[in-house]
């Protein structure tokens, strides 16, 4: 089975997690992608009513194409369940996430939320988180003398690494929130609580993409099927 046959069956096994009247999270990236549109495909054949808050402009744009009702996060109360993909699957699911520069909506709808399934292919699944680089999204003014000061908490935290600003066909990435992004790649990360601490510290800094103690449910596609995990 190939890493997008293992995240479509994740993503459809999540699916079939929605309760017709819930209040459902919709993830970022191209596992969360799988979600929904098998989320929209479950909604019109059996006549689901639900109510979804999306974490990105693009699952927006891809949930509001598949017929899927949408509302504002404030406008949402308590959500019921949130589905979201991630870049590490560590121990305890201690997660990496913003790899596609959604970080800050995303967690803020995970903490919203009575429940978060994160779904992944299985090489996302690592002994240490660390080895993809951690995303932190800073405020855009004075962005590179924020990152000045990241090197000293990373250096608290016993971590050499730079961070790296994000640019992709030769332009800085832009968060939806109007954010950049710094890459720090750790290597391996030995005390995630005692950085994800460090970088919140940080004046500038907008939010990490260390998500801990927050999922509550792992579905992992595998080349023999969906394997759960608890924390």
Not at 6 to 13: L, N, S
Not at 74 to 101: F, H, M, N, Q, W
Not at 107 to 119: M, Y
Request: proline letters at 3%.
């Amino acid at each position: 089975m190939s890493a997008d046959a293992q995240k479509r069956a994740a993503g459809e096994a999540a699916a079939r997690l929605v309760q017709d009247g819930m209040t459902v999270g919709l993830g970022t990236g191209s596992t969360a992608a799988w979600f929904v549109e098998a989320l929209a495909a479950r909604a019109a054949a059996e006549g689901l009513k639900l109510r979804c808050v999306a974490t990105s402009a693009a699952t927006e744009a891809l949930a509001a194409a598949r017929g899927l009702a949408l509302l504002d996060l404030d406008d949402a109360g308590e959500i019921d369940l949130t589905v979201d993909g991630a870049d590490e699957i560590g121990p305890g699911l201690s997660l990496i996430k913003g790899g596609g520069a959604a970080l800050l909506r995303e967690k803020l709808v995970w903490e919203a939320s009575r429940r978060c399934v994160v779904i992944a292919d299985a090489a996302k699944r690592v002994k240490a988180l660390g080895a993809f680089p951690l995303p932190v999204e800073v405020v855009a003014f004075g962005h590179r003398t924020t990152a000045r000061r990241l090197l000293d908490a990373l250096a608290e935290c016993d971590l050499g690494a730079a961070p790296a600003l994000r640019v992709r066909n030769g332009a800085v990435v832009m968060t939806d929130g109007g954010g950049v992004i710094y890459d720090i790649a750790c290597g391996v990360v030995p005390d995630p609580t005692r950085l994800a601490d460090a970088l919140k510290s940080v004046t500038g800094v907008v939010e990490h993409g260390l998500f801990l103690d927050l999922a509550d449910e792992g579905l992992i596609g595998t080349p023999g099927g969906v394997e759960r995990i608890a924390p």
